[in-house]
C-alpha cells in the first residue's frame, strides 16, 4: 500500500497562487494514477485534476482549467498542485489520491473518486476576498 500525506495549504487572498504538494511512501509513486480533489464543505468531494503514471496525460477539471497545473516527480515520489489566480470558491480541503486499476480490465474517466483507492489526510485551502 501507499501512503499519502498532503501539504501546502493556507490561506490567501484571491488572486494569489498555492502550491501543494503530496508526499508518497510505502510503494514507488509511478505504480499509480494520481489526482487531486477538493471538497468545500455541505459539498459533495470533487474532482480537480488528475496526471497519468508517467505524467504524459493530464486532465482539469473546467473550474480548474487554466489556473491549476498539476505535475509529479516519480524519483521524488511526489504529486504537485501549482494553483494560481486563486477564487474564494476555491475555498475548500484538498486531497490527494493515487490509484492503480487497470485501464484493460475499467472503463476509467479517471474523474471519478471511487476509481482511486488511496487518500491523504486533506489540506486546508483557503480564498479571502
Known amino acids: 500500500q501507499v501512503q499519502l500525506v498532503e501539504s501546502g495549504g493556507g490561506l490567501v487572498q484571491a488572486g494569489g497562487s498555492l502550491r501543494l504538494s503530496c508526499t508518497a511512501s510505502g510503494r514507488t509513486l509511478s505504480t499509480y494514477y494520481m489526482g487531486w480533489f477538493r471538497q468545500a464543505p455541505g459539498k459533495e468531494r470533487e474532482f480537480v485534476a488528475r496526471i497519468s503514471r508517467r505524467g504524459g496525460n493530464t486532465d482539469y477539471a473546467d473550474s480548474a482549467r487554466g489556473r491549476f497545473t498539476i505535475s509529479r516527480d516519480n524519483a521524488k515520489n511526489t504529486v504537485a498542485l501549482q494553483m494560481n489566480s486563486l477564487k474564494a470558491e476555491d475555498t475548500a480541503v484538498y486531497y490527494c489520491?493515487?490509484?492503480?486499476?487497470?485501464?484493460?480490465?475499467?472503463?476509467?474517466?479517471?474523474?471519478?473518486?471511487?476509481?482511486?483507492?488511496?487518500w491523504g489526510q486533506g489540506t486546508q485551502v483557503t480564498v479571502s476576498s
Open positions: 489520491a493515487g490509484g492503480n486499476r487497470s485501464p484493460v480490465t475499467y472503463s476509467l474517466t479517471y474523474r471519478s473518486a471511487n476509481e482511486y483507492e488511496y
